[in-house]
């Protein structure tokens, strides 16, 4: 396939809201490609190179891709930029400057080759190259080619296509329609790769989907857990249950492959930069290779304390991680395992795998054993529950003893109790920035006034508003904010969202945001959970708790079905308003 032909499929798919078209449109594009030209154009229909645990990067930032549109289309750097003031979008901006049309055309696999080099460019001298590299691909582009390329370059590609959808366009282009899609999840989520899959499947069918296994290496996406009111709830629901608490730290999934550790965040991004002193305790572990699950969370030694998340976070700067290190090094509590010297153990259930945490972390200081206590008692779990909060920690997780780790999936096999602020056990939502408004007096200087927020609906794979938010942050909150949103403003609505109301400026959604509520109650105009006969469902008074923007995607954002399900847990007798916690 020619780059210009896939040009044109996703400017097709630019130019519609509506998810089935855009199954349709990314099926027929799966079908006409050869077995070679699936990953790339996975990846690349991602704004990305590779898979996304995988640290590639392209690295030309707008700047250098403004100089390399003036070098392509020899015009003076000024007029790209005045033109780029006007069009607001630095992909049209290129497709303005460049031929309409060209003789010839790259194909789809060379310019991920060209675009691959590029990434991988390092050392003295390599911006230049990087530079002098894209400059030249651009050349050899017409005009919507170009778009699509500095869009991809830019990471910011606008066509709502997320996995769900890339999942269902693959079973479209097999078999004509969504049976697949099971299939296809459950090998995602043990792989965490859809090039790969996409490639599977057309060379090896449903069988090798199956035969895709957990690797060390590739992270598997993480399971989640569930909420359930109270300790009676769980006891009732769960039976026997180990109870761990619940540390409010980072997620991490620490693999060790022979020589070579790698530690991935929840949303399955590289960070083994980030700590190094778990991916020096993870060396020299007596396994050749491994799969552990666990929360990272920095200590204070002078103080024998376990720092917030915040501060746990602030890591992800790059700058001074030795230092941190240093000061308050990283532990991590590790509660599962999911691969040990070449087997999966996933189907393991959780009391076994629990055993094998403790016999391979017997001697490490760093990596810590989650403790685990067994009860099917109700009065034990709520004691447990109050003494990790009176300790500071954020409530417990109480896991099914004989679960398998199901890669991916929220269900009862975890269910987490965190600490409330009126007698009631409850808990925050975490939502997506949709919008923002211009706002009054004081909020006005800081450009930021109320912002518009949503949850995510898996099965539509959109996005639907839930609420306005306009209080729970300092001055200073609203400034960071608003600077972080600045980047993310678009002149329509973005793809993927679902919404009644109009903001002043939409935003892309990037920004998970952690908010708190009184209660969860039925509207008529938010979209979340709406159908055609059901209102949707809005937040009452909602305060903004914490930024997620570390570790959740937008799609880790709290889902439609579990709002439904809060909702109704909120109705049962006995049961007060959903209040969460307070960091
Ligand atoms: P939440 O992010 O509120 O959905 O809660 C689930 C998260 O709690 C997991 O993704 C982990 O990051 C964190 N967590 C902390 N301690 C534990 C534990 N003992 N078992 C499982 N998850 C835990």
């Not at 009862?412 to 925050?428: A, C, E, I, M, P």
Request: charged share 25%.
């Amino acid at each position: 396939m020619k780059f210009v032909e896939l040009a044109a499929n996703l400017d097709q798919m630019e130019a519609t809201s509506k998810r089935n078209d855009l199954v349709r449109i990314l099926s027929d594009v799966y079908r006409a490609c050869s077995v070679d030209e699936l990953e790339p154009i996975t990846y690349l229909i991602q704004g990305r190179l590779a898979p996304f645990f995988e640290p590639v990067e392209i690295g030309l930032g707008e700047r250098l891709l403004i100089t390399a549109i003036a070098g392509a289309y020899s015009v003076p750097k000024e007029e790209v930029i005045k033109l780029n003031r006007q069009t607001g979008d630095l992909g049209i901006t290129a497709q303005r400057l460049a031929p309409a049309s060209l003789r010839e055309s790259p194909s789809v696999v060379e310019v991920h080759q060209r675009l691959f080099q590029i990434a991988t460019a390092g050392g003295a001298g390599s911006q230049q190259e990087k530079l002098d590299g894209f400059t030249g691909l651009l050349g050899d582009l017409d005009s919507t080619s170009a778009k699509h390329l500095v869009r991809i370059t830019l990471g910011k590609m606008r066509l709502g296509i997320g996995d769900p959808t890339v999942l269902d366009a693959l079973s479209f282009a097999k078999k004509g329609d969504r049976s697949l899609r099971p299939v296809l999840e459950a090998a995602y989520n043990r792989t965490s790769d859809l090039g790969l899959i996409a490639r599977t499947l057309e060379e090896a069918g449903e069988a090798g989907l199956d035969a895709l296994k957990v690797r060390a290496g590739h992270p598997l996406r993480p399971q989640l857990a569930e909420r359930l009111p109270n300790p009676e709830a769980v006891i009732k629901k769960l039976g026997i249950v180990g109870v761990q608490p619940k540390y409010d730290g980072l997620r991490v999934q620490i693999h060790k492959n022979a020589d070579e550790v790698s530690i991935f965040s929840r949303n399955l991004e590289s960070m083994t930069e980030m700590f190094p002193e778990l991916d020096a305790a993870a060396s020299t572990l007596n396994v050749e290779s491994v799969i552990l699950d666990g929360e990272a969370i920095a200590y204070n030694a002078e103080s024998e304390e376990y720092v917030p998340f915040q501060e746990t976070t602030a890591r992800r700067r790059k700058e001074g991680i030795q230092e941190m290190a240093a000061r308050v090094p990283m532990r991590a509590f590790v509660f599962d395992v999911m691969f040990r010297d070449g087997s999966d153990l996933t189907p393991l259930p959780y009391q076994r795998r629990f055993e094998v945490v403790q016999e391979l972390l017997r001697e490490s200081d760093t990596l810590l054993t989650a403790p685990l206590t067994t009860t099917d008692s109700a009065e034990v779990l709520t004691r447990e529950l109050l003494d990790n909060i009176s300790r500071g920690l954020e409530g417990v997780v109480a896991k099914r003893l004989d679960s398998p780790y199901q890669a991916g999936a929220r269900n009862f096999n975890w269910v987490k109790l965190k600490r409330n602020t009126s007698g009631q056990l409850n808990d925050t939502i975490d939502v997506v920035l949709l919008g923002s408004y211009r706002g009054k007096g004081k909020r006005a200087e800081f450009g930021a006034g109320a912002l518009l927020a949503g949850v995510y609906d898996s099965d539509k794979d959109e996005f639907v508003t839930i609420s306005k938010l306009g209080t729970g942050l300092s001055d200073q909150g609203w400034r960071e904010i608003h600077e972080r949103l600045a980047s993310l403003e678009v002149a329509e609505k973005p793809a993927r969202v679902n919404s009644i109301f109009v903001p002043d400026a939409w935003l892309e959604p990037a920004i998970v945001v952690e908010v708190l509520a009184d209660e969860i109650t039925p509207s008529p105009r938010h979209t979340a959970g709406m159908t055609g006969d059901r209102p949707g469902f809005a937040l009452r008074f909602p305060r903004i708790v914490s930024l997620r923007t570390q570790d959740k995607k937008p799609e880790d954002a709290t889902t439609v079905r579990e709002i439904r399900e809060m909702f109704e847990q909120q109705r049962q007798p006995g049961r007060g308003r959903p209040v969460g916690r307070q960091r």
